[in-house]
Structure formats: structure tokens, C-alpha cells
């Protein structure tokens, strides 16, 4: 029998997180580590207690650090200049013309690229909402940003060691920024290779792979959905990733 001089309290508005009653939780300084270590116990604690902004500033700052280093190592300029001229949407343009591609697409990639970085994650953790939504799940808006950025970040920090190793290891003039990973068959392939040929292999990428499948192991745990749902709704937007990239290569070229 209820107490008669207990308040009533009102439930919380839909998709609020609300921390669950004898959940375990885990500093931030664990769920950062424990995401390595042990990602179905960082998930699980997440859902208690959901958290994505340190994970997201580390995110945006090894960008930010790793496009420094790219402009630091790499003559960008002369890089999109000769990529210009190999492009044959380009051939009619005056050398005023593309010196002003030049100068825009050094900007476009210095503010960008790190700009980049919140939109994909805001963007990101909405679809896997809608993805959970449409298997049945409730995830909530905060805890697929937890979802989203902490599955990111493992193969972030990675990549970002692969990308600094491979820009001191390699000559300046042979580095190719936009293939700074050698974790997939596409960044095996020379300047003139189809650039179709470049899209589809490089969706063959190992800390990709590692990044769905933390994002499968998040999502069943923070959305308490079944494996089969959690791995078709991060293959789903694999898939949806590499038809788009795909189709960039075909209609921009390289």
C-alpha cells in the first residue's frame, strides 16, 4: 500500500535519460580506457549513465591535431594543384581560375575537415536513434550520441597514430592526404588508379571494421536490442556510407 503523504511525482518527458535504478556506473577516465578493454561492460554503463562529451572533444582534437600535421608535412597547395590538373572537369579553367580552387580548397580542408567532426557525430547518433526506433529499440537521443562516440573513438586514436607514423615515415611528395591510412586496399593504390576502383577498396578498412563492431556491441547494450537488430542497423548505414562514397568517386572522380 502506498504512503498517503508521499508526493506524486510526475514521469520524466519521453526520451529524457534518467540514470536506471542498481546500474553500475564508471568514471570517465574508465568508460575512456574500458572502451578498449572491455566494451560490453563500457556500454552497459553508458546506458546508466550516458556520456559522450569528452569522447567527442578527444575525437574533434586528434583531428584537429592531424590535419595540422598534414599541412605542416604536405605542400597542399601544389597537392590540389596537381590534382586539378589531372581532373578533366578542370581542363577548360584560365590558371586565375585554379589558383582560386587552390587557395579555397586549402581553406575548405583546414576549417572543414575539423568542422567535420561535431556535424558527423550529431548526424550519426541520429541514425542509429532512427535505426533502433525501427527494429523496435529505445535508445534516446543522448545515449546514441554515447553510442556514436564512443565507438568512434578506439579506431580514432588508432588511425591517428597510423596517420602521424605514416607522415614522418614517408617523404612529403609521396604522401597521399586523402589516403593517410594504410589500413585498407585503397591507400595501396597509385595517382592514376580509377577513382571508383579507390572508393570501393578503401570501404575495406580494418579500424572501420573494428568501429562497427563496437557500434553493434553499444548499441545491444545501450538500446538492449537483439545482436541480429544491433549489426543490421551499423551494417545498414555502412552500406548507406559506402554506396554515397562510391558514388562521389563515379560522378566527381578522384
Do not use: C
Amino acid at each position: 500500500m502506498s504512503d498517503p503523504n508521499q508526493e506524486w511525482q510526475p514521469p520524466p518527458p519521453p526520451g529524457l535519460e534518467t540514470p536506471e535504478a542498481g546500474g553500475e556506473t564508471m568514471s570517465t577516465p574508465a568508460t575512456l580506457t574500458g572502451i578498449f578493454f572491455e566494451p560490453g561492460g563500457t556500454f552497459a554503463a553508458l546506458r546508466v549513465r550516458p556520456r559522450f562529451l569528452v569522447a567527442g572533444l578527444i575525437l574533434l582534437l586528434l583531428t584537429v591535431g592531424v590535419t595540422a600535421l598534414v599541412y605542416q608535412r604536405i605542400d597542399m597547395g601544389q597537392y590540389i594543384r596537381d590534382k586539378m590538373e589531372r581532373s578533366p572537369r578542370n581542363a577548360n579553367q584560365t590558371d586565375q581560375q585554379k589558383e582560386m580552387g587552390v587557395k579555397i580548397g586549402k581553406i575548405v580542408g583546414a576549417v572543414g575537415i575539423p568542422a567535420s567532426v561535431p556535424i558527423s557525430i550529431a548526424a550519426g547518433a541520429a541514425l542509429y536513434l532512427l535505426g533502433v526506433m525501427a527494429f523496435g529499440g529505445t535508445i534516446g537521443y543522448k545515449r546514441s550520441l554515447a553510442v556514436w562516440t564512443y565507438s568512434s573513438l578506439p579506431p580514432a586514436i588508432l588511425g591517428s597514430v597510423v596517420a602521424v607514423l605514416v607522415l614522418f615515415l614517408k617523404t612529403p611528395d609521396t604522401i597521399d592526404p586523402e589516403h593517410l591510412l594504410i589500413t585498407n586496399p585503397g591507400a595501396f593504390m597509385g595517382t592514376e588508379s580509377s577513382p571508383v576502383l579507390v572508393a570501393v577498396l578503401s570501404q575495406f578498412d580494418l579500424l572501420r571494421f573494428y568501429g562497427l563492431v563496437l557500434a553493434a556491441i553499444g548499441l545491444k547494450k545501450v538500446a538492449k536490442i537483439s545482436s541480429g537488430s544491433a549489426w543490421s542497423v551499423v551494417l545498414g548505414l555502412y552500406l548507406l556510407r559506402a554506396v554515397l562514397a562510391i558514388a562521389s568517386a563515379a560522378i566527381f572522380g578522384g
